[in-house]
């Protein structure tokens, strides 16, 4: 467990279907050097970084010649356990985040909770079945894996969208933004676990 001086973590994981390898600061400045596999989804993650201000290094040798579920799954849990542990205790977070994000047409939103319960509630209906060679089906995936390992609460709606890739990219853009405000060290509760239970 890290202490919040320090909120960093690096994490491998290895199975028989993919071989993934995520560093992450949470406290960075958006720096991502990514090499998934999947391009569509190299530029979501990137999205992550970026508007997350979460400096991510993520590596993955996935059995792709199968399609992409195993990657796109497993890169959500090795990512959502990263999260957990450069969390650590959670000392001073915010701990909710919000954010919704337009792209032209498009406009999601996302809120997020670090609860310590995981909770995926998502409402999206793509207008297409692939981004590239992203199966827009993984993307659900994606974030059950995330959730399960950062125990978090996490509710995605895309409230609008024709175009596929905006609405993809304004969910990933939502979810960067909610997570920094969430995660983002309030000076008023420093050092103070935000749940009157005592801790999270
Ligand atoms: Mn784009």
């Known amino acids: 467990m890290n202490s919040s001086a320090d909120r960093t973590a690096n994490v491998t994981r290895k199975t028989a279907e993919t071989n993934i390898r995520v560093a992450i600061n949470l406290d960075g400045t958006g720096q991502a050097k990514l090499a998934t596999g999947i391009g569509f989804l190299d530029h979501m993650l990137d999205q992550i970084a970026r508007h997350g201000l979460i400096d991510l290094d ?24 990263a999260f957990s542990q450069a969390m650590g205790d959670k000392k001073g977070i915010r ?47 994606f974030f059950q894996g995330f959730v399960n390992h950062a125990l978090c609460t996490l509710h995605i709606d895309n409230l609008k969208g024709v175009n596929a890739h905006h609405q993809c990219e304004t969910i990933f853009k939502a979810f960067a933004r909610a997570v920094r405000a969430a995660l983002e060290l309030d000076p008023r509760s420093a050092g103070v676990i935000p749940s009157t239970k005592g801790s999270l």
Do not use: N, W
């Open 95 to 141: 701990r909710y985040g919000h954010s919704y994000v337009p792209l032209d047409e498009a406009l999601s939103r996302v809120v997020v909770d670090f609860s310590g319960r995981p909770g995926l509630h998502m409402d999206v209906k793509f207008t297409s079945g692939s981004l590239g060679a992203l199966d827009t089906q993984l993307v659900y995936e």
């Open 58 to 81: 993520i590596s993955c040798e996935g059995d792709l010649h199968i399609d992409g579920h195993h990657t796109v799954e497993d890169i959500g849990i090795t990512l959502g356990q």
